[in-house]
């Protein structure tokens, strides 16, 4: 597993915007996947997009794969205040251990 | 059916003393990570377990050890606390499935460490 860049590293927007943040890496990789972690507490996982997929939809997340540049895209449609989070991609090439960048801080103010 | 948990919540210790986190993986769930989270960053990756032992290490000295035990449940041990280890430790498990290129991971709640 290799580490991803989430940019920008902060974003504050309003509620019912749209929130748009991205991820690159710097090898191949067979999928890639998002998380969020709410304040100072545990990751869930949202989403995985595999290396043949270009796009993949859950709820408001919409996930993007561009495997020629080497970069992915999460965005939440519609945000709420619940959004604020951090939220980090996880580039994977197999095996068993999750290498995580600094993420991404969603700031959704009501 | 209970989630990956982990034990304690808080934890307060000083320099040079040592330390043992706790984790209980989610029902079925046979391999359990660890990862130190500093303020500000994201995890980093510790070390892995699966059947009782330790299959991956991240960059961590050998202050940082652990252990899995036959139910699968899991205990990360820090020797000779630094203040640089004050972090959320996390404890991620996961079914090892052959033939699968990738395990989704189920994050417990975390351990806040500080040390003073």
């Known amino acids: 597993s290799q580490q991803g860049e989430e940019d920008p590293q902060a974003l504050s927007i309003q509620e019912g915007e749209n929130a748009t943040m991205n991820c690159s890496y710097k090898t191949s990789i067979n999928n890639l996947q998002w998380y969020r972690q709410n304040s100072g507490r545990g990751l869930v996982h949202l989403i995985l997009?595999?290396?043949?997929?270009r796009e993949k939809h859950s709820g408001r997340l919409r996930v993007t794969l561009d495997t020629s540049k080497k970069s992915s895209s999460l965005l939440i449609t519609a945000s709420r205040a619940a959004d604020t989070a951090s939220y980090f991609c996880a580039p994977g090439t197999g095996g068993f251990k999750t290498i995580f960048g600094a993420g991404t801080r969603l700031f959704v103010k009501a | 059916d209970a989630g990956v948990t982990q034990s304690p919540t808080h934890l307060i210790k000083t320099r040079g003393q040592q330390v043992t986190l706790r984790c209980s993986p989610k029902s079925g769930h046979d391999t359990v990570s660890w990862y130190q989270q500093a303020l500000g960053q994201g995890p980093q990756f510790i070390f892995q377990?699966?059947?009782?032992?330790?299959?991956q290490r991240g960059n961590f000295p050998d202050r940082f050890s652990g252990h899995q035990f036959p139910n699968y449940s899991s205990e990360l041990n820090v020797n000779a606390l630094l203040l640089g280890d004050s972090a959320l430790y996390l404890c991620?498990?996961?079914?090892?499935?052959?033939?699968?290129?990738?395990?989704?991971?189920?994050f417990g709640p975390g351990t806040r460490l500080t040390v003073l």
């Open positions: 377990y699966y059947e009782e032992e330790e299959r």
């Open positions: 997009i595999r290396s043949n997929e």
């Open positions: 991620a498990s996961s079914l090892l499935r052959t033939g699968t290129f990738y395990n989704e991971q189920f």
